[in-house]
Each structure stands twice: as structure tokens, then as C-alpha cells.
């Protein structure tokens, strides 16, 4: 998929890995509508972007303001005449919570809906209403692609740590969803992709002790050191422009399998 003269639509583009890859695909042409619950990094990013970028405030656990973010990001498509390229959802979050509390109490279900909610559920209904409009695209190359999705998972899909029961799962679905997407979508020329980064530097990663970021730096092949938002946002480029690229997790880690703790 071109991205030059394309829309692409990037949940979470307010910040860190979303932001860089808004970033990367402005940088090359692309307009970008950006989804996120955060109006004043959202619109801090618009006028860094410019005017091939769009923000719409969303949280991507309310159908509501989701399917009002998608009518919007398709009237913007419609003046534009910028067809919508690609998918790239990745808002998310994370929140420790092991099933059991020291006194042997079951875990608050709300703990576990918070992450599985944003990451798993968001992102599949992020995907469910942009769909349609993308799969109505006319073909854009000899080999009829009308569009990509590039997910985002983690390496907690491989090894979950300690506390991550919740995360874990959501980002294993995702990988686990990469390829079924692809299977259910190839009639429709639309790609899917996901990407398992490790530990990056973002907005997420920042609250991490010293500590564990020293264990990560340590566990990690190499470079020794964590990884930087550009290098997702490469990755992410490189999942839309490459067409046989189908139905994989790609893990993006300097060769880092996670410890159980840290
Ligand atoms: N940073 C890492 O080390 C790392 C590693 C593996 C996977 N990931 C995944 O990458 C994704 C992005 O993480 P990041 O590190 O860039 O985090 P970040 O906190 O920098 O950015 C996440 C963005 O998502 C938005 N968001 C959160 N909940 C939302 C909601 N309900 N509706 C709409 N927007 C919402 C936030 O406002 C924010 O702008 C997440 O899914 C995360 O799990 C991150």
C-alpha cells in the first residue's frame, strides 16, 4: 500500500508508539486521522503535523463516540479524496493485577475489564466500523489491495510477566487475531499485521523504576538499551508498503524474552 495521497487512521496517535508512526506516515505523504482520548496532546500533535492531519477525540471503549470519530474521519476522507489506506489501532494501556490479592481475595473484575476493555475490545471495534469503509476502496494495485491493518500486541503475548494476567491475554489475542484477520479479509484485498514490541520509550514505559529498566536493559540482546518509538513507527511503515507481508505478529525486541519479574 502507497502512503503517499492515503488516509490512515491511527487510535492512541496522541502519543508515544501511535505518535511516532502518525509521524512517520505524515512524513511520507500520508494524511493521517488521529483517534485519542487526550484532546490537548491531540490537537498539540495537529498543528505540529499540519493540515494532511485531523484529530477526533474518541475513547475507544464507547461504541458512541467511536462511531462518531469513524463518521467523522470519513467526511474528512470524502473532502479530501484521500483514500483510506490503512488501520493502524493502537491505543492502549496497561494495569497490573494478579487474580489473587495477599489476603487470597479475588482480583476486582473492573481491574481486568480496564485492559482488556481499551485494548482487546477497543481495538476490535476500532477495526469493526472503520472496516467498511476501507473494504469499499477501489483497488489500489495490480493485485487488488484496497487496504492494511497493522495491530499492535507485545511481548507479554510470548512471555507474560508476573502481574500481566490481563495484559497478557489482550495482547495475545491480538497476535492471535493477526492471522485470522488475514484469512477473513484476503476476499476483500485488506491486509493484517501486528507488531510485539518490548519495552519502548514512551509515556507508558516512563513511570518504570530504574530497576526494571536496568533488568530490561539487561535481558536484551542487543542493542542494549530500549527500544525508540521511530523504530515502531518503521516497522509499522514498513507493514503497509511491503504487500506480501500477511498474517504475522512480527516481534520488534532486540532478541529480549522476558523474565517472570523483573
Ligand atoms: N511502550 C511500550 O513499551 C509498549 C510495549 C509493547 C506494547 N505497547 C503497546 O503499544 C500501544 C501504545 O502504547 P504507548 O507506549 O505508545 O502508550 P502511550 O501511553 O504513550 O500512548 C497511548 C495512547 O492511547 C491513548 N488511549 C488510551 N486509552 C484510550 C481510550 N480508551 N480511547 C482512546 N485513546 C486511548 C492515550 O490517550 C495515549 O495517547 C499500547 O497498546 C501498548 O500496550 C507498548
Not at 185 to 190: D, K, M, Y
Amino acid at each position: 500500500m502507497h502512503i503517499k495521497d492515503r488516509t490512515f487512521v491511527v487510535s492512541g496517535g496522541a502519543s508515544g508508539l501511535g505518535l511516532a508512526t502518525a509521524e512517520e506516515l505524515y512524513a511520507n505523504g500520508g494524511y493521517v486521522a488521529i483517534l485519542d482520548m487526550n484532546p490537548a496532546n491531540g490537537e498539540k500533535v495537529i498543528k505540529q503535523l499540519g493540515d494532511r492531519a485531523k484529530f477526533f477525540e474518541v475513547d475507544v471503549t464507547e461504541s458512541e463516540s467511536l462511531e462518531a470519530a469513524v463518521n467523522g474521519t470519513v467526511a474528512w476522507i470524502k473532502q479530501t479524496g484521500k483514500p483510506m489506506g490503512g488501520i493502524l489501532p493502537l491505543a492502549g494501556v496497561g494495569l497490573p493485577a494478579k487474580l489473587l490479592d495477599r489476603d487470597l481475595n479475588p482480583v476486582d473484575m473492573s481491574r481486568l475489564n480496564f485492559v482488556i476493555d481499551i485494548n482487546l475490545k477497543g481495538m476490535l471495534n476500532t477495526i469493526r466500523l472503520l472496516l467498511p469503509h476501507m473494504a469499499r476502496n477501489e483497488p489500489t494495485t495490480p493485485d487488488g489491495e484496497r487496504g492494511v491493518i497493522v495491530m499492535v500486541s507485545s511481548s507479554a503475548a510470548f512471555e507474560g510477566q508476573v502481574g500481566q494476567l490481563s495484559y497478557a491475554a489482550s495482547k495475545g489475542a491480538v497476535r492471535s487475531m493477526t492471522l485470522v484477520l488475514a484469512r477473513d479479509l484476503a476476499p476483500n484485498g485488506i491486509r493484517a499485521m501486528s507488531i510485539a514490541p518490548s519495552l519502548f520509550e514512551t509515556a507508558m514505559s516512563a513511570a518504570l523504576s530504574e530497576k526494571v529498566r536496568q533488568t530490561l536493559t539487561k535481558v536484551t540482546e542487543f542493542p542494549k538499551r530500549l527500544g525508540n518509538a521511530k523504530e515502531f513507527a518503521g516497522l509499522a511503515r514498513h507493514c503497509i508498503e511491503n504487500t506480501y507481508l500477511n498474517g504475522e505478529c512480527i516481534r520488534l525486541d532486540g532478541g529480549t524474552r522476558m523474565p517472570s519479574k523483573m
